[in-house]
């Protein structure tokens, strides 16, 4: 047993700490090829280690720094993305000052020579890669609970991987290449081919996953539930929206308090949270962080230390209530109560009281899944039950809401109680897209940066990132007059 304990830390760590640069290519595990890694695999009881290992190392490349090799600040895991595609939003503003982050809300970043899309290339089709690997051995280890739970949560990660994939790199009906644990079709695919295979993915994740876990970071029937409602509101399947939010919120039979959600958003304890990753002492990357780059008041961070504070949209803000709490997530500009921090500057919603650095990282909460489905039920003329549920979330919210509205008039305010619900966690650039919603930064008042006040139809080629040059230059199959345009 030892023996297989002791190369297990030695392949995990070959499998995922190298960074190839042929990113599509099936040689991504430098020292170990599939065919070795099947090989080893015969073995069933080394083969449950293997794969759990990769399983476990998947989930520590969702947190961890420098996945592209090379030392960017904004390169922390699955929580970096979600920041650097919020400032590419209408809704999330910044003061620019020492580069990072800087490639995102500039939109300087998404040509094919530049790194940041690179790294956001390279960071999925490693792990989707690494999945493909576990999915592979796991064909002939029978089944198990523990192994049909491995493969649920395989699929159910490599369709998340190739979700954020499409979403970035689709441009019209053409989508991306792909690899599969059977087909590797390094040709770029269509946008509808690519759709089949992250719900067929989802799907078979769904039937298999395991309806608890003992840690929010496995995910489980409600979780892949939950993803499964992000992928119908992108197909505007509103239907299965609905349905998948059901079965989601099995443990919810409402809304979760403000009181509770509004904790800083650091712990994963929180009843609110149904997927995330807990930090401590011996996971964390210190400055280079979510919470480095977004609480004002930690003075070892890029905020407080650097001045570079990130601030929602004056428009968004001055939509609240002036009786809606969650003004209070952000500086009003009274130095009384938030010191130095700017106006309009992220206060209260994300703050790390650890002051090390150690805050949680959140994916999923069951506030979003409740908004995933008012905005499908909208969207299907249910004003009843849209209606209910933005009543349920706002009663702690904001003492003096209510809601009448119909309609088209219903759907802006399900979409603006979402904006404002779920700002900084990932979701405002690609709600843009989906609901087809220009880049207007450049208005009277605006409180960004003039280095960031751009305006772009809707539609823009600006809202899709090119390959980067180095998957180009490994894969013979994406000829340059298949480039998305720049």
């Given at each position: 047993?030892?023996k297989?304990?002791?190369s297990l ?19 991504q595990?430098?020292?170990f ?16 280690y ?5 399983d ?6 969702l947190?961890?720094?420098n996945?592209d ?7 922390f ?7 650097g ?6 809704d999330?503003?910044m ?11 500039q939109?300087?970043?998404?040509g ?10 390279g960071y999925?089709t ?6 493909n ?5 796991l ?10 739970a491995?493969?649920?949560r ?7 991987a190739?979700f954020m ?8 009906d053409k ?10 079709n ?9 759709n ?16 608890n ?13 939950g993803?499964?409602?992000r992928f119908?509101?992108?197909k505007k399947?509103y ?14 039979s ?10 800083g958003f650091v ?9 995330g990753?807990e930090?401590?002492?011996s996971n ?7 919470f480095?780059h ?14 570079e ?16 709490k969650?003004?209070e ?11 130095i ?6 206060a ?16 999923m909460?069951s506030?979003?899944?409740?908004l995933?489905?008012?905005e499908?039920a ?8 849209a209606?209910?549920?933005l ?8 003492e ?5 509205k119909?309609?088209?008039a219903?759907i ?17 650039f ?12 450049n ?10 006040k751009?305006s772009y139809p809707v539609?823009?080629?600006k ?12 894969n013979?199959?994406i000829?340059?007059s298949e480039?998305?345009?720049?």
């Amino acid at each position: 047993m030892r023996k297989y304990i002791y190369s297990l830390f030695i392949l995990s760590g070959v499998l995922l700490t190298s960074c190839s640069e042929d990113f599509t290519q099936p040689e991504q595990t430098d020292g170990f090829s599939n065919d070795k890694m099947k090989e080893l695999a015969k073995n069933p009881e080394f083969a449950m280690y293997l794969n759990n290992a990769i399983d476990a190392g998947i989930g520590n490349k969702l947190i961890s720094w420098n996945n592209d090799g090379r030392s960017r600040h904004d390169d922390f895991g699955q929580k970096a993305v979600d920041l650097g595609l919020d400032l590419m939003s209408n809704d999330m503003a910044m003061i620019p000052k020492t580069g990072w982050f800087g490639p995102y809300y500039q939109y300087s970043g998404r040509g094919e020579a530049y790194i940041l899309t690179s790294n956001l290339w390279g960071y999925y089709t490693f792990i989707i890669d690494n999945l493909n690997t576990i999915i592979v051995n796991l064909e002939n280890s029978g089944d198990s609970e523990e192994v049909l739970a491995l493969k649920g949560r395989s699929h159910g990660m490599r369709a998340f991987a190739n979700f954020m994939l499409i979403r970035l790199y689709a441009s019209g009906d053409k989508g991306i290449p792909y690899a599969t644990e059977s087909n590797k079709n390094y040709a770029r695919a269509s946008v509808t081919e690519i759709n089949d295979l992250i719900e067929k993915d989802l799907l078979l994740a769904y039937d298999l996953a395991l309806p608890n876990a003992s840690s929010k970071e496995t995910l489980t029937k409600s979780t892949i539930a939950g993803l499964l409602t992000r992928f119908y509101l992108y197909k505007k399947d509103y239907a299965n929206v609905v349905k998948y939010s059901d079965l989601a919120l099995t443990n919810f039979s409402k809304a979760v308090s403000f009181a509770i959600v509004n904790d800083g958003f650091v712990n994963s304890s929180n009843p609110d949270w149904m997927w995330g990753k807990e930090r401590n002492a011996s996971n964390t990357t210190d400055f280079i962080s979510f919470f480095g780059h977004m609480d004002s008041y930690n003075g070892g961070g890029y905020v407080a230390y650097a001045g570079e504070y990130k601030m929602i949209d004056k428009r968004l803000y001055d939509a609240m209530s002036v009786t809606d709490k969650r003004r209070e997530w952000f500086s009003n500009g009274d130095k009384e109560v938030y010191g130095i921090v700017p106006l309009y500057a992220n206060a209260t919603k994300f703050r790390d009281k650890t002051t090390n650095f150690i805050g949680d990282y959140i994916y999923m909460r069951s506030t979003e899944i409740f908004l995933n489905k008012a905005e499908a039920a909208a969207e299907l003329g249910d004003n009843a039950t849209a209606q209910a549920i933005l009543k349920d979330i706002m009663s702690t919210r904001d003492e003096k809401y209510t809601v009448t509205k119909t309609g088209a008039a219903l759907i802006e305010e399900v979409r603006l109680q979402r904006r404002i619900e779920l700002w900084g966690e990932g979701f405002a650039f690609f709600d843009m897209k989906r609901w087809g919603i220009a880049l207007e930064r450049n208005y009277p008042g605006s409180n960004h940066a003039d280095s960031g006040k751009w305006s772009y139809p809707v539609g823009s080629p600006k809202f899709v990132f090119q390959f980067p040059l180095r998957e180009l230059q490994a894969n013979d199959k994406i000829p340059p007059s298949e480039q998305n345009p720049f």
